[in-house]
């Protein structure tokens, strides 16, 4: 997820939010720094191959954001 080895900034939750394309990806990305987020993984190909990144949002929660091509019938947050 990019938080601390040492445990420390994690709740144990994560959130995820899948979306339609790698480009609302980035966009998402974007709007979560804008807001405030802390970029934890940058949004890029996942070794699964899929497209993502992680944030923790000014709450501190972990957002696990991602779009995977692969999958025609996923429910999409969007």
Do not use: C
């Not at 609302?24 to 974007?30: F, G, P, T, W």
């Not at 191959?49 to 929660?61: I, K």
Request: charged residues 20%; negative net charge.
């Amino acid at each position: 997820m990019g938080t601390s080895t040492d445990g420390s900034g994690f709740s144990g939750l994560v959130l995820t939010y899948v979306v339609r394309s790698e480009t609302r990806v980035d966009e998402v990305m974007a709007e979560a720094r804008k807001a405030g987020a802390t970029i934890l993984k940058p949004a890029g190909a996942l070794p699964w191959g899929g497209y993502g990144g992680t944030f923790a949002d000014p709450d501190g929660y972990v957002w696990s954001l991602g779009h995977s091509a692969q999958g025609t019938d996923q429910p999409y947050a969007e």
